[in-house]
């Protein structure tokens, strides 16, 4: 092979954007191949083995077929740090990062005590733990499949965490109690997945992504009524949130006597993320 560049270019072009194309293959030989980012915006990097040539057709075919990238190559990267991925868990959204950083904003006391409710990946507890070192996070899933890749992302960012395999929809209370909690839980409406794109749908975990249309704010009626109970008195709970929802979480949260209810946009402009105060 020639032209590694041209011929990705070649083969991608008639499915992605130029933007996507020059992306997936900055990613696909950056992170599978270990080419420098330098020489590949140069063109400076030896023509790949026959095993390579043969590694890159296959992860093409992959990429063609709809598959993320972020799947194919087993990692991504979010909040600067890298992630181990598998398809137990869902891709990191970029609005997301948004949610761990106003967490990490209002978060005064270094030594605070976070639970992450459907941790998935662990990009949010593992996160916090990078950016918050005295701070106790406690991560809880449902999926003993996606605990095992949070456990492995800890480890590939040398932060502790504390796991729990743990169903927020059967639990009601706990010994433990906590300075905050976060979650990003499961908010796509059954009606809402003729808008949603192809990959999601045939690739991520419906598990953590969709809820019932005619109950579609289960989670954050479960996880506020916990919270009245095992959140410290003072303490944050943090929501991404569907973005047309957002009245009616913090309808629900003002039934439950929170405080301080803060609704904040994403970066796109839609209503993404809401805060409340413990009374």
Known sequence: MQDVKKFLKNELKAHFSPEEVSSLIRLILEKEFSIPLADILACKFNHLSDAAVQKLSEIVDKVKSGEPIQYILGETDFFGLSFFLNRSVLIPRPETEELVQWVIDLTNNASAKILDIGTGSGCIAVTLAK????AEIHAWDISPAALEVARKNAERNGVRLFFLEKDILQESVSDERFDIIVSNPPY????????????????EPPLALFVPDENALVFYEKIADFARICLN??????????????RQVEALLQQRGFKNIERVKDISGNERMIKAIKG
């Open 131 to 134: 950016k918050l070192p005295h």
């Open 188 to 203: 796509v409406t059954e009606s809402e997945k003729a808008e949603m794109e192809d990959n999601v749908l045939m690739f």
């Open 233 to 246: 008195r003072g303490g944050g709970l943090f929501f991404e949130i569907n973005r047309e929802k957002g």
